[in-house]
C-alpha cells in the first residue's frame, strides 16, 4: 500500500512539474514574440518570386494560438496556420515551407497579428516589403507630430 501511495504521489508531482514547465514556456514565448515582433514576417525575393517568411512565429509557436495577416492593409483576413506545438522540442521548425509564395512585387506590405495562447492579442505588426517595419502605433504618430520640422 505503501508503494502505491509513493508512485501515485511521484506521477501526480510529475505531472504538476510539466504543467508548470509547459505554463513557464508559454510566459516566456509571449514575453520573447513582444521583444522580437520585428521579426515575425520577412520578405524575400527569389527566382522571381516574392516570399513572405513566418519562420520566426513557427519556432515560438507554442506560446501562439493564432495568426492573422494581410497583405497592403489592415485586413487581417487570412491566417497563418501553424504546425502543432510539440512541448519535448518546443522551438524547432517542422514545416518545409514556412513562407507564402507570391508573383514577385505583389505585396507592398504585410500586417500581421498574433493571439497568444493566454488569449491576448499583440498590437499590429505593419512591415513594408524592404523589411522596414512601418509603426503606426499611437505612441508613435505622436512622437512623429511633435519632431521639430526642418526649416528651410
Not at 510539466?18 to 520573447?32: D, F, P, T, V, Y
Not at 516570399?51 to 494560438?65: A, D, N, P, Q, V
Not at 505585396?107 to 505588426?125: E, H, M, P, Y
Amino acid at each position: 500500500m505503501k508503494r502505491n501511495t509513493l508512485f501515485l504521489l511521484a506521477a501526480l508531482l510529475g505531472f504538476a512539474g510539466a504543467a508548470n514547465a509547459q505554463s513557464s514556456l508559454l510566459g516566456q514565448e509571449k514575453r520573447i514574440l513582444n521583444m522580437t515582433r520585428s521579426g515575425w514576417a520577412h520578405f524575400r525575393e527569389f527566382n522571381g518570386r516574392q516570399l513572405i517568411y513566418f519562420t520566426h512565429l513557427e519556432s515560438y509557436r507554442c506560446g501562439i494560438k493564432a495568426v492573422h495577416y494581410s497583405l497592403d492593409g489592415d485586413a487581417l483576413d487570412k491566417e497563418w496556420k501553424l504546425q502543432p506545438c510539440d512541448p519535448r522540442n518546443p522551438h524547432s521548425i517542422t514545416t518545409n515551407k514556412p513562407y507564402i509564395s507570391l508573383p514577385s512585387g505583389r505585396a507592398k506590405s504585410i500586417s500581421v497579428q498574433v493571439t497568444f495562447s493566454d488569449g491576448s492579442k499583440s498590437d499590429i505588426l505593419r512591415k513594408a516589403s524592404d523589411n522596414q517595419v512601418m509603426d503606426k502605433t499611437p505612441s508613435a504618430i505622436e512622437s512623429q507630430e511633435q519632431r521639430p520640422r526642418p526649416t528651410q
